[in-house]
């Protein structure tokens, strides 16, 4: 009876050492997780995995951001830019294409405005903006080109209404001219 007991301990013993494991190692796997999500990348971290499955896993080299497209026009013409969409995914993708920011959906048009991406298939998407009174000249009107599904693909642009180049020549007042010398 003596030897019944003790396998019975020694079982519950490795079930509770194997459940303490596992509980760790999904802890790690939990803060890990939520250190890439945090950082919006791989994180620095060492991520080694466990000595069963091999050597030093080496973390992804994040790319640089892309500059922003850059729209410009005098009043009255089109502004345009263009970029190119990717599907780095493994499956199809029904893209509908949006914009945020300084301007919405009725001030920039964006050519196509939905699409169907096969995986690894790439597009170019255009941007047009009829530069009118609503643009104060010079100033900077910032958006973003949003492809849902293609998460890393966050397209930021700027539209800024050009000075005619008669106007750019002309000197900006400067105060009261009362002032002046």
Known sequence: MNRIGNIIQDAIEFNV???SASINLFKDY???MVNIIRSGGTTDEDLREPESMGPRV???QKAPPRPPLM????LGEDAGAAFILNNPTASTLDLV????GDLGPQDVQLLPAALTLRAG???LIRLKVTIT???TEDRDYL???FAPGVASQVIGFVVRRLRPPHAASEPRPQGDPKEIP
């Open 71 to 74: 729209l410009a026009a005098e």
């Open 97 to 100: 294409l949006s914009v945020h």
């Open 30 to 32: 939990v803060q890990g």
């Open 143 to 145: 958006g973003h080109v």
């Open 17 to 19: 050492r194997s459940c």
């Open 133 to 135: 009174q609503k643009f």
């Open 121 to 123: 298939e790439q597009a």
């Open 58 to 60: 080496e973390p992804r």
